[in-house]
């Protein structure tokens, strides 16, 4: 049996949701709020981050990536060609490259601070650095998520999906981070129709449905947000 802790914001966090959809488990999900720094949270992982994957009451296995690979190694192996992971070493090696594009810097210079600044601020008390958005924060956050989208809308043009001709855990990772975005109305999508049409491929997967219908208390979702056809 598996268990998540989780954040519904957090994208690392819907990637390991969506690796478990694809591998058809289905985990107990725990929302956790890091910054309330629960002392049996930080007992698991001190440096309070998710997400945080166990299993069976094993130990516990912190962050997407880790989790995306533990989870490949448990599952992937023995799917076949349902596996989310290529066969071939150097195809292996631009899954991972660009999974930790998403995972990585597409959240350093995006994600972290968009949900920061317009959900996390919502939920944290002042003394924890709750309050009022930060303008320049957002500004260039939105800034710099215009070219991340342009490199997904080269991917895909250039590929069938983004690591190569077969669904991988790097599509699950930018569709992950994405979704965050998207459910905030904060992706421009009519400047990529490829990154679009390749998002609307994703969306479609039964992995993504319970995605689509979970909403933040006080954080609204843009209207298409379960819109297969947006």
Known sequence: ?????????????????????????????????????????????????????????????????????YLDETRGVFSRDKRLMPEKPVERAEVRRLTEWFMEKFDAEVTRYLVRERVFKLEMPKSEGGGSPDASAIRAARTNSKHHLRYIGWLAESRNWLAGPRLTQADLAAAAALSVLDYLGEIPWESEPAAKEWYSRIKSRPSFRPLLSERVRGVPAVQHYADLDF
């Open 1 to 69: 049996m598996l268990k998540l802790y989780h954040h519904p914001m957090s994208a690392a966090s819907r990637y390991v949701r969506l690796l478990t959809g694809e591998y058809g488990e289905k985990p107990e999900l725990v929302e956790e709020r890091t910054w309330e720094r629960r002392r049996e949270f930080l007992a698991m992982n001190p440096a309070a981050t998710l997400p945080v994957l166990i299993e069976d009451d094993g130990a516990p296995i912190v962050g997407g990536i880790v989790a995306g690979e």
